[in-house]
T-cell receptor, first 114, second 114 residues
Framework: SAVISQKPSRDICQRGTSLTIQCQVD?????MFWYRQQPGQSLTLIAT?????????ESGFVIDKFPISRPNLTFSTLTVSNMSPEDSSIYLC???????????FGPGTRLTVL | AQSVTQPDIHITVSEGASLELRCNYS??????LFWYVQSPGQGLQLLLK??????LVQGIKGFEAEFKRSQSSFNLRKPSVHWSDAAEYFC????????????FGAGTTVTVRA
């Protein structure tokens, strides 16, 4: 399975600012995904990021709030824009590999917005 | 509506005892089924998966799961729990018709007492 790293591992940010989270994979993958895990909750898919195309957002998530880049097959970024305390969550990236595109996850970025 | 249900929010089990975590799904077709584990402060680790074939699947860390089509269930089991199994467990499903995007259950927190 792919080895996935995320930066930063955690951050504390002020309301109204933006944070960009990086996801790096040690092999080339077609599909990457970004999830949000609010405190004490399960994972919710934000968007699917495929190289060479616009990210596809799930219902309730918009590009202006969560712009995503996917410049190549090993890297993606998620920006959380104009943050509010409600954005305090763990943000995880994952990659799809193999049969049924089974997903492997990065360690997550723990974001706290004050 | 399509859904993934984990009926048990929290389970406490004694070290050495057996463990069973329930997962039910509601989808028109048989989905691809996964169990993930999230240790405190960590990302998600894939325990096991079911695509087709033998309905009893073996995973890592001594876990197994059984797919029962008639009950729309994919329950996770371990015969003898170790203190290191204390974690959050998530059941997830993916559909080929939905580009294999994963939907997660709410999760079950497992506490292991000495």
């Amino acid at each position: 399975s792919a080895v996935i790293s995320q930066k930063p591992s955690r951050d504390i940010c002020q309301r109204g600012t933006s944070l960009t989270i990086q996801c790096q994979v040690d092999s080339q993958v077609t599909m990457m995904f970004w999830y949000r895990q609010q405190p004490g909750q399960s994972l919710t898919l934000i968007a699917t990021a495929n190289q060479g195309s616009e990210a596809t957002y799930e219902s309730g998530f918009v590009i202006d709030k969560f712009p995503i880049s996917r410049p190549n097959l090993t890297f993606s970024t998620l920006t959380v824009s104009n943050m509010s305390p409600e954005d305090s969550s763990i943000y995880l990236c994952s990659v799809g590999q193999g049969r049924a595109n089974e997903q492997f996850f990065g360690p997550g970025t723990r974001l706290t917005v004050l | 509506a399509q859904s993934v249900t984990q009926p048990d929010i929290h389970i406490t089990v004694s070290e050495g005892a057996s463990l069973e975590l329930r997962c039910n799904y509601s989808y028109g077709a048989t989905p691809y089924l996964f169990w993930y584990v999230q240790s405190p402060g960590q990302g998600l680790q894939l325990l096991l998966k079911y695509f087709s074939g033998d309905t009893l699947v073996q995973g890592i860390k001594g876990f197994e799961a059984e797919f029962k089509r008639s009950q729309s269930s994919f329950n996770l089991r371990k015969p003898s729990v170790h203190w290191s199994d204390a974690a959050e467990y998530f059941c997830a499903v993916g559909l080929r018709s939905n580009d294999y995007k994963l939907s997660f259950g709410a999760g079950t927190t497992v506490t292991v007492r000495a």
